[in-house]
Every structure is written in C-alpha cells, then in structure tokens.
C-alpha cells in the first residue's frame, strides 16, 4: 500500500517541574536551597530517511507524543530532558499546519531534521531563587508545556525525470529497462496504481539519475476520470517531463490527440508544468503502424522525439543518454569565447572587431591607473 498524504497529530513533551529542597548535612547548618531544574520537554522531530518510501507508517498511527522532561530533584540535581518522537519521513515530504493552513517547510536531505513542536522548557529549581535577603526560598518553578499540533504531511517524490503518458503507453516497461525499479507490465490499463522511483546508472561516467514511473493519464483525469490528477504531484518536481506515446496506436487512440490530451491535463493540473523542459518517447516503434503515425504526428508538434521500442529495447541507450544530457545541463555547445581572450597567434579579427577593440583598449588602461 502506498500513501502519500496524511493527517497527524501530535505533542510535544511538557517541561518537567523545578524542585524546592535544602541541603541538610551532618555539620553543614543552614545548607542552602539545593532544589534542581525540571529537564526540557521532548521535542517532535521529522527526520529525513532514504529508508523509507511513502507515509504509510502515520496513516495506521496518527498519534504521536514525545516524552515529559524529569522534575528536577534534591541535592542539585537537573531532571532529565524528555525522550523526543522522531518520525522518519521520505524524502520530499511537504508539512502544513492542517488548521491554519501555513506551510511549515519541506524535508529534502537525508538526516534533515523538521522540528513540528517544541517542547516546554523545564522550571527552575529553588537555587535560582536565592537572593541576599532571601536566603531559604521555598519557590520553584513548574515546567511549561509543550507545544501541540495537527499537521498534513503531503509527499513530492523527488525524481529527476518524471514519465507521463496514457496508460498502456510502456511506462513501466521502460523503467523496467532502464532502471533498478521492477513496476509491474501487464497489457490493460492502470496496471501502476503508485508512483515508482527507479535509478538509471551510468557506471561509465559515474551518473545516476531518477526517474518517476507514475500511474496513467487520461482525458478528464482533472474530472477524476482514471486515477485522476492525484499522482501528478509526483511530477512537479521533475526537472525533465518524459511523455511517453504509444505511437502504434494499440489501444485504438491517435498519438496526436494523446499527446494534446496529456498535456491539457498537465496545463489544467498546474501551467507550470507546461514550463518545464520536456521530451517525447515514440514507443511501440516495432509495430507497423508506428512508423506513418510517427510521420504525422511530427508534422503536427514541434517538439523533440526519441523513437524507442521497449519490447525489442531498440533506442532505449540513446533515450537514456539524451535524458542524462538533458537533466544535467551537459551537451550544449560551448559559448564562444570574447576576443580579448584569443590566443597571440589567432588570426587577425575583421576591421569592425578591431576598431571596437581600440576603443575597448584607451578604457581598461584609464581605470587600471585609476586604481594604482
Ligand atoms: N509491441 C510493443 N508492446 C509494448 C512496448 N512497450 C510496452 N508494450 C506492451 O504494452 C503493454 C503495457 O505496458 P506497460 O509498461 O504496463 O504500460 P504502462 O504505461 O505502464 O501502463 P499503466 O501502468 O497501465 O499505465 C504491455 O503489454 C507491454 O508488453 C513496445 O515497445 N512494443
Ligand atoms: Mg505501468
């Protein structure tokens, strides 16, 4: 089972109170209060963790409390802090408060810690209390309490491809083959019902990217049609859309409307998915009819198209270099270089080129006197 948002509430632990006591010792008259301070409260933590995958953890326990901190004690003694509840989150976890609606902040890192309540600060011993004029204060603080809430945990997985398409497209099929990820294949649709992250590794350039096979799209999905929008959010932090068309048309559908059909769901869902860079795999190039429903439908979009087929695993290689290239910025041709940097023995810049350099010299000149 696979959750991804949840509702919990949770409370901090309370301080633990400061103690009033006098030191009573053989031979040592009037020994002084010796109360000690009650121990912090046990805060309520989010912690990070690659070790876990989605929220099902806090949809079975939504209740969690972290421990009250030790009242302080005789003889100088400071109470313990109180034991604080650490809930391991997976990596993309969005928090808001759930009644006032504020967002509380995101947890992104391994080992990032989210605090979601603080504990209450343990009250002062008597020993604080002393002054010249009181010297036996019978006053002791009690702990504050801790602080309590109810908040929606939401994940993003975080991937940095993310594959959209209608289902039966070869979704999974392609992350089965590029990836460590193993999503279910079968030839009806919605067969993903949960968004999967898989790694592609490149061994020989010492890579490794996501990528996030999330369940099918269809035509009124922002109607709730299918699954509905509700696994896009998986996708908005993509930094590279894949959309992935069944190009052979099995399911009796024309790759041209999929593809506009998928991305008015986009738009509908959030526009700035729209922004993003993306990609088209042709899928099912091995059927015969891929190749002329290709044809048109490059005619119709302008956009840039990979011809893959997942079942012969043809174009599978190059799809997963251009993705590579595509997510780290890599392959693009360098910047020309200025003029001023060219080599002593370059040929000599065109008429224009040098007249700009001569008036370009006199300036450069001027200011480095300037700053001697
Ligand atoms: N002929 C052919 N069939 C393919 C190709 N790629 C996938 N298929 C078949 O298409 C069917 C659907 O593949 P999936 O990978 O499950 O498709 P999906 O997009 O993940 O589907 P959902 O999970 O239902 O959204 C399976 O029967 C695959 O064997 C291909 O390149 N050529
Ligand atoms: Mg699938």
């Known amino acids: 089972?696979?959750?991804?948002?949840?509702?919990?509430?949770?409370?901090?632990?309370?301080?633990?109170?400061?103690?009033?006591?006098?030191?009573?010792?053989?031979?040592?008259?009037?020994?002084?209060?010796?109360?000690?301070?009650?121990?912090?409260?046990?805060?309520?933590?989010?912690?990070?963790?690659?070790?876990?995958?989605?929220?099902?953890?806090?949809?079975f326990k939504p209740h969690w409390d972290a421990g009250r901190g030790e009242n302080g004690r005789s003889k100088d003694q400071n109470g313990a802090g109180g034991r604080p509840a650490v809930l391991k989150v997976p990596l993309g976890t969005v928090v808001t408060n759930e009644e006032t609606g504020a967002a509380l902040g995101e947890v992104t890192q391994e080992g990032q810690r989210l605090v979601l309540c603080k504990g209450g600060t343990g009250g002062w011993g008597n020993i604080h209390f002393k002054t010249s004029t009181n010297r036996a204060p019978r006053r002791a603080n009690p702990g504050l309490p801790g602080e309590h809430g109810v908040f929606r945990l939401v994940l993003k997985s975080i991937a940095d491809v993310g594959l959209v398409g209608y289902p039966n497209a070869g979704k999974s099929s392609l992350t089965n083959h590029l990836t460590n990820a193993h999503p279910k294949m079968a030839p009806y649709p919605f067969t993903t019902l949960q968004p999967q992250v898989g790694v592609i590794e490149f061994p020989d350039r010492y890579e490794r990217i996501t990528l996030a096979d999330v369940p099918g799209l269809i035509e009124g999905a922002h109607e709730n049609r299918g699954l509905g929008?509700?696994?896009?959010?998986?996708?908005?932090?993509?930094?590279?859309?894949?959309?992935?068309?069944?190009?052979?048309?099995?399911?009796?559908?024309?790759?041209?409307?999929?593809?506009k059909h998928l991305l008015a769901e986009l738009k509908l869902y959030d526009p700035a998915l729209l922004k993003k860079p993306r990609l088209v795999a042709a899928n099912k190039m091995d059927l015969p009819e891929a190749a002329a429903n290709l044809r048109s439908f490059r005619r119709k979009h302008k956009v840039d198209v990979l011809e893959i087929s997942c079942l012969n695993k043809e174009g599978l290689a190059a799809l997963q270099l251009e993705l590579l290239r595509r997510v780290r910025g890599g392959g693009k041709p360098a910047k020309p270089r200025p003029a001023a940097r060219k080599p002593a023995g370059a040929k000599a810049a065109p008429a224009k080129k040098a007249k700009a350099a001569a008036k370009a010299k006199p300036k450069v000149v001027k200011k480095t006197r300037k700053v001697r």
């Open 1 to 59: 089972m696979f959750v991804d948002e949840v509702v919990i509430k949770v409370r901090a632990g309370d301080g633990g109170n400061g103690c009033a006591s006098f030191r009573r010792e053989k031979f040592i008259p009037f020994g002084g209060p010796s109360g000690g301070d009650g121990g912090l409260g046990g805060d309520v933590v989010l912690l990070g963790s690659h070790d876990v995958n989605n929220l099902i953890d806090y949809k």
């Open 229 to 259: 929008h509700r696994f896009l959010r998986h996708i908005e932090r993509c930094a590279l859309l894949l959309l992935i068309i069944d190009m052979a048309g099995v399911d009796g559908r024309s790759p041209e409307d999929d593809y």
